[in-house]
T-cell receptor, first 117, second 115 residues
Framework: AQSVSQHNHHVILSEAASLELGCNYS??????LFWYVQYPGQHLQLLLK??????LVKGIKGFEAEFIKSKFSFNLRKPSVQWSDTAEYFC???????????????FGSGTRLQVQP | DTGVSQDPRHKITKRGQNVTFRCDPI?????LYWYRQTLGQGPEFLTY????????KSRLLSDRFSAERPKGSFSTLEIQRTEQGDSAMYLC?????????????FGPGTRLTVT
């Protein structure tokens, strides 16, 4: 069974600091990878996604993530965080085409990011 | 609003009662998913539909849970004889089945509290 690990449960940063949130998955096949964000009082929104091609993907609001296949990792980065980035961030994975099975997402437990002004 | 909608947003019920939640997906989306999220955890998959067919159910979906998607449009999730452990946020998501990489769009969720 596939699983997703997010190492940082709660991160506190000051504005303008750089951010890196870790995500590792366990699955030997081809996967699609996602980062979702949940702002306070709002529903889950897609931040960025990786399906194939360039392992460095850029998302909304200046976020990017790098897929390192050899490390089964998909870490999220942002060079300079803002107070408005305060939210919970979830890494997720599902199986890619050609591998039978569900398309449902498997989520990590989330990282709560608090950005102090 | 053309996003995924869920009703009700909050439900408080007494243990042993039955509850039903509704999800309206984005209109052209043929896939619909139910997830459950408890405090401090990420969403966990419960079940999903492609059109009206329920294609997979998680082990989390005990026999007290049933989901339907008549006519392949809206979906309902019913929990019978609720238990305190059923207290959670129930999330619905929808997507197109175009390839494998179809993005799932999430609704606001229904927060269930079982007293």
């Amino acid at each position: 069974a596939q699983s997703v690990s997010q190492h940082n449960h709660h991160v506190i940063l000051s504005e303008a600091a750089s951010l890196e949130l870790g995500c590792n998955y366990s699955y030997g096949g081809t996967v699609n990878l996602f980062w979702y964000v949940q702002y306070p009082g709002q529903h889950l929104q897609l931040l960025l996604k990786y399906f194939s091609g360039d392992p460095l993907v850029k998302g909304i609001k200046g976020f990017e993530a790098e897929f390192i296949k050899s490390k089964f990792s998909f870490n999220l980065r942002k060079p300079s965080v803002q107070w408005s980035d305060t939210a919970e961030y979830f890494c997720a994975v599902n199986k890619a085409l050609g591998d039978t099975g569900r398309r449902a997402l498997t989520f990590g437990s989330g990282t709560r990011l608090q950005v102090q002004p | 609003d053309t996003g995924v909608s869920q009703d009700p947003r909050h439900k408080i019920t007494k243990r042993g009662q039955n509850v039903t939640f509704r999800c309206d997906p984005i209109s052209e989306h043929n896939r619909l998913y139910w997830y459950r999220q408890t405090l401090g955890q990420g969403p966990e998959f419960l079940t999903y539909f492609q059109n009206e067919a329920q294609l997979e159910k998680s082990r989390l979906l005990s026999d007290r849970f049933s989901a339907e998607r008549p006519k392949g449009s809206f979906s309902t999730l019913e929990i019978q004889r609720t238990e305190q452990g059923d207290s959670a946020m129930y999330l619905c998501a929808s997507s197109l089945s175009r390839g494998t990489s179809a993005e799932q769009y999430f609704g606001p969720g229904t927060r269930l509290t079982v007293t």
